[in-house]
C-alpha cells in the first residue's frame, strides 16, 4: 500500500515510529559522507603501483624526450596515442593536460569568453545561454554560473537529454553551448542512445560558434561486463562535418588518483589548433613525468579496462546495496524513484516532490552528508525539490549500510511528514 | 682598440677573417640549443631522488588526508608551510598549484579580465595597460598581448626598474599593473635593491585594482654564497598597507622538475579569497601527491637552500665560461656590453645597435640556437635591436664553449659588417 493510500492515522503512528528510529540513529553520532563522488581507499589502493619508479626508467619518452624537462605542451606522443585509442580518436586530436577534465572545461570556457570559440569572444556578444541537461553535474553548472551564462534546462529521458526540445533552444544564436556527461550522466547513470549521439552529432544551432562540452568523465568506469556503450561522437560527427562542435574530455581520476591522474581533451583539427594556441601562452608544459608513468604502467586500453574491471569489483557491491535497499524500503510505498544505473558514481533518488531538501537536513543532523539538494540542477534549483544524488563509493560497505539505513528513514519520514500536514 | 676606432681596412681584414672562422663554424653542423632558460641533465638528476616511494609513504598528509583523492584545494597544509617559510609569508596567505607558475599568472590575468581583481572586470574596463620593465621575460609579455592589454616599457637601471618613470606612469588610472622579475631578472639577472622592493610597495597608483605581478622565479637561484638577497616584498608593504597589491609566484621548475614540480602564490588575505573563490569553481584540487613528495623530500626551506647549492655548483661553471669568454672577445672593442649575474638563468647581452638580429640570424644558420632577439621587449621589439639573452643552461660545458666561440664569431662579425657598410 502507498503512503498516499494510507489513513491521517496510520501515517502518524508510521511518523511517530521512524522519529523514533531517527532519534535512535541521532543518538550514534555518525560521520559519513555520501556527498560527492570520490573513490574509496580500496580503489585507490589498486594503482599504488603505478607511484614504483620503474614505470619512469629513465624518464624519456619513447621519441627521446626528457618528461622532466620543459617542453612538449600537448603531451608525450604515446600518451595522445594511449588516450587516443581509448577515446577512439587519432592521436593527433589529442592534449594531455594535467589531473583536471574540469580545469580543461574551465579553461576552455574562459577562451571562448575571452576570444570567442571561432566567432567573437562570446563575452562581447551580450547575453549568452547554455542548455543544461538536469539532472547534471553541478561542476558544469557551477562553471557556467561563474562567467555569467544563462542556464536553460533540458530535462533527461532515459536514452539522454530531450533532443526535441534542444533541437528547439539552439535555434536561439544566444544560445552557444551545452554541457553533457554522455555517459552514466552524472547522477542518474544515463546513458546516451546512438540515436541520442547521432541527433547531437546533427544538431544545426543557429550559433555557428556552438560548443557542446562532452564530458566523458565515465568512459571506462562500467560496473558490469555488459555494460552499455557510448556511441563515438567524433564517428557520428563525420555524417554532418560537426567536428568542431564537439569539445571531449576525460581524465583518470577515477582510473588512478582523483588528486594525481592525467586529463585529456579530445577535439577537431580546428579546435586543437585554437587551444595549443591559447595553452602556448599559458604553460610551458604539464607534468610529463606523470604522462610517462600511467602510459607504462597501463600500456595501452586495453590495458586501462582491465583495470578498471578491479575497480568495477569494488563497486558492484556498494551500487547493489544502495538498490537492494531503495527496492526493499520504498518499492511500492509511492515515496521513492530511483535509477539503476550500471556504470558510472552515482544514483539518482527522487523524493516525495518538496522532500529533498528535508531529507538532506535530516541526515545532516544526524551525521550523514549528502550532496545538498538541487544540486544536480542549475542554480542548485529543483523545481520540484525531489531530487538527491547518491555517491555510493566512497564509504565502506559497512558505512554505506548504515548511511543507507538512515537515509531511508529520512526518506520516509519527510514523506510521512509532508502527507500528515497536508491530510 | 674599439672596432670603431679601426680603419675600414682594418675592418674588412676582420670581417673577412671573420667570415673565415664563420664558414669553418657552418661546415661542422652544429645543432645546440641556447635558446630557453632550461636545466640541463645533471641538474636534473640531482631530483632523481624525490621519485623515491618513500617520500609519499602511506600518500597521508600531517593531518590524515589521503593525498591521492579529491580535496584540500589550497593544497596540503605542510606544504603551505614550507612555501611559506621559503617566501616568508604566513601558510595561510600561500596556495599550491600545479606544475606551473606561468599557469597562476596566465590564470590570475584571465580573473582580473572576467571578474576584477577587486574593481570592475578588466575587460569592461575598455583599453587597460600594464608597464612592463624592459627588457624582461618574454612570457609575461605573451600572456597580456594575448588579453590585448597595451604594454609600456619601463627600462631597467641597476638596481631594478625606473621607478621614477614608474611613479608617473601609474598616475593614469587605465595602468591596472606591472609584471617582475625581482630577483636575478630575465634576462639580466639583477636583483630589486631594498630602495627599490620598498618604492615598489608604496607605488601610490591611480587604479584601485592595479596590480603587480611578482614572480619570484628565482628566489633561491643563487650561483654564489654571497649572492644579494631581495626584500621581502609583503614586509616591505606593511608600512604603506600596500598587501592586496602584490601577487607573488613562484615554483620548483628549476629546483626539481620543470615538468613535474609545484607552483605557488603567496598573497594577501583578500586576494586569496578571491582566488580561491575562482579555483573552487576551476579544479576540484591540484597533485597532492607531488606536494608530499616535495615536502618529504625538502622537509624544510634549509632542505630547499641545500639542494640549489647542488645546482650552483653545476651552474656556476657554465655562467664563468660565458662571462670569461665574453671578456677576452669583446673586452675593449666597443661591441658589446653584458651583465655579470650572481644567480637566475640568463645573461643578458647587449650588442651593437641594429645587429641582435643579424647575430641571432647567424648563429642559428651555423646550428645554434638562441632566444629571438627582440623577444625580452614588448611585442618582441628591441628599439636598439641591441639585445640577446644567453641561457648557458642547458648545454653541457663542452657545448656551451663551442656555442660560445660561435656567438662571438657572430657578434663580432655583425659588428663588422655594420661598421664597415657604414664607412
Known sequence: MTYQELSREELLKIKASLEEEYEEFKARGLKLDMSRGKPGAEQL???MDILDPVYIADARAKDGVDCR????????AECRE???????????????????SLNIMYDYIAQCMISGSGDAPWASQGKIKFICPAPGYDRHFKVLE??????????????????DLIDELVKDPSVKGLFCVPKYSNPEGKVFSPETVRRMAGLKPAAKDFRVIWDNAYIVHDLYDDSPEL?????????YGSEDMFIEVASTSKITFPGAGVSVIAASDKNIEMIKKRM???????????????VNYFKNADGIKAHMKRHAAILRPKFEAVLQKFDSEFSG?????????????????DVMEGCAKRVVALCKDAGVALTGAGA??????DPKDSNIRIAPTYPSVEELSLALELLCICVKLAAAEKLTAQK
Chains 1, 2 share one sequence.
Open 45 to 47: 589502493d589498486l594503482s
Open 69 to 76: 624537462n620543459y617542453g612538449v605542451p600537448l603531451g608525450i
Open 82 to 100: 594511449l588516450f587516443g585509442e581509448l577515446l577512439g580518436v587519432p592521436a593527433k586530436n589529442v592534449i594531455i593536460c594535467g589531473n583536471s
Open 146 to 163: 561563474s562567467f555569467g551564462i544563462e542556464m536553460l534546462t533540458v530535462p533527461m529521458l532515459d536514452d539522454g537529454p530531450d533532443m
Open 231 to 239: 556511441a563515438n561522437i567524433f564517428d557520428a560527427c563525420r555524417e
Open 280 to 294: 602556448g601562452v599559458q604553460i610551458i608544459c604539464h607534468d610529463k613525468l606523470n604522462q610517462l608513468r600511467h
Open 333 to 349: 510505498r509511492g515515496i521513492a524513484r530511483w535509477t539503476t544505473p550500471k556504470g558510472g558514481y552515482f544514483i539518482s533518488l
Open 376 to 381: 544536480a540542477f542549475p542554480y542548485g534549483k
